[in-house]
């Protein structure tokens, strides 16, 4: 059953009429507004093109926008870089794998907590592999040798090092099989039920929809829909939403 909408969250993360893009000739966010409130999944989905992942990469400052404003706890973000983020408390586990391979686990964990000092680097560590048991059990194993669903509870893992107040996670299910695929979206459930802000782009809607509160459907780049996840998760057009197709804006 999806999760209930939130009575009374507050926004933790504002984009307001944000234009960007990956070149001049190639803009993608075409005066995108929304909000992902505090200690919610805020799931994105659309047609391939929409701009779901641009939304994270220009959030997480890969991507500057070139007008608009981005705001985080009501901060103007817009010039932030991805060091200057992850200080702030936003971290990022992108599409696909990032890691290091030829290193082991424990030196990738090491890596993405290279910012914090080096007393409480270790207690961190095992915060995270407390959640991660199977990650324990290979810490000491090349990432590369790790399966794809270990693959992914590291990288998440390492992004939960910083304890970070928001998460960015696009398509955490590839290529993972459906129970990895739930392991996955119950831990993301449990960070936000215990106060992180989730924002999520995810192919796998019907399964997202489940643990979401909200769904915004993006369509050529702005908003087109915003409803509590468990009226999307209901809706007969939902293939249609986000396959592509117009639907009705939002009211102002």
Same mark, same amino acid.
């Given at each position: =059953?999806?999760?209930?909408? #939130?009575?009374?969250?507050?926004?933790?993360?504002?984009? /307001?009429?944000?234009?960007?893009?990956?070149?001049?000739?190639?803009?993608?966010?075409?005066?995108?507004?929304?909000?992902?409130?505090?200690?919610?999944?805020?799931?994105?989905?659309?047609?391939?093109?929409?701009?779901?992942?641009?939304?994270?990469?220009?959030? $997480?400052?890969?991507?500057?926008?070139?007008?608009?404003?981005? &705001?985080?706890?009501? @901060? &103007?973000?817009?010039?932030?870089?991805?060091?200057?983020?992850?200080?702030?408390?936003?971290? $990022?586990?992108?599409?696909?794998?990032?890691? $290091?391979?030829? *290193?082991?686990?424990?030196?990738?964990?090491?890596?993405?907590?290279?910012? *914090?000092?080096?007393?409480?680097? !270790?207690?961190?560590?095992? /915060?995270?592999?407390?959640?991660?048991?199977?990650?324990?059990?290979?810490?000491?194993?090349? !990432?590369?040798?790790?399966?794809?669903? /270990?693959?992914?509870?590291?990288?998440?893992?390492?992004?939960?090092?910083? @304890?970070?107040?928001?998460?960015?996670?696009?398509?955490?299910?590839?290529?993972?099989?459906?129970?990895?695929?739930?392991?996955?979206?119950? %831990?993301? &459930? #449990?960070?936000?039920? #215990?106060?992180?802000?989730? %924002? =999520?782009?995810?192919?796998?809607?019907?399964?997202?929809?489940?643990?979401?509160?909200?769904? %915004?459907?993006?369509? =050529?780049?702005? *908003?087109?829909?915003?409803?509590? #996840?468990?009226?999307?998760?209901?809706?007969?057009?939902?293939? &249609? *939403? $986000?396959?592509?197709?117009?639907?009705?804006?939002?009211?102002?």
């Amino acid at each position: =059953m999806a999760i209930d909408e #939130a009575r009374g969250a507050q926004p933790m993360i504002v984009f /307001e009429n944000v234009v960007a893009g990956y070149s001049p000739s190639l803009t993608i966010l075409n005066g995108t507004t929304f909000d992902a409130r505090a200690g919610e999944i805020t799931l994105l989905i659309g047609p391939n093109g929409a701009g779901k992942s641009t939304v994270l990469k220009t959030l $997480f400052g890969i991507l500057t926008p070139r007008s608009g404003e981005i &705001r985080f706890e009501s @901060r &103007r973000i817009n010039a932030r870089t991805p060091r200057e983020l992850l200080a702030d408390g936003i971290a $990022f586990v992108p599409q696909g794998r990032n890691l $290091f391979g030829s *290193l082991s686990v424990r030196h990738n964990l090491e890596l993405g907590g290279i910012t *914090l000092p080096r007393a409480d680097l !270790a207690a961190r560590i095992d /915060e995270v592999l407390a959640r991660f048991p199977r990650i324990r059990e290979r810490i000491d194993n090349q !990432a590369s040798t790790l399966s794809g669903g /270990e693959q992914k509870q590291l990288e998440i893992g390492r992004a939960l090092l910083l @304890r970070p107040r928001v998460l960015l996670i696009d398509e955490p299910s590839i290529g993972l099989s459906p129970k990895l695929v739930q392991d996955v979206m119950t %831990l993301l &459930r #449990a960070l936000a039920d #215990a106060g992180t802000t989730v %924002l =999520m782009v995810e192919q796998n809607v019907r399964t997202a929809l489940k643990y979401a509160n909200r769904a %915004l459907v993006l369509e =050529m780049g702005r *908003l087109a829909l915003d409803r509590p #996840a468990a009226e999307l998760l209901d809706d007969a057009d939902l293939n &249609r *939403l $986000f396959l592509g197709g117009h639907v009705k804006a939002p009211a102002a």
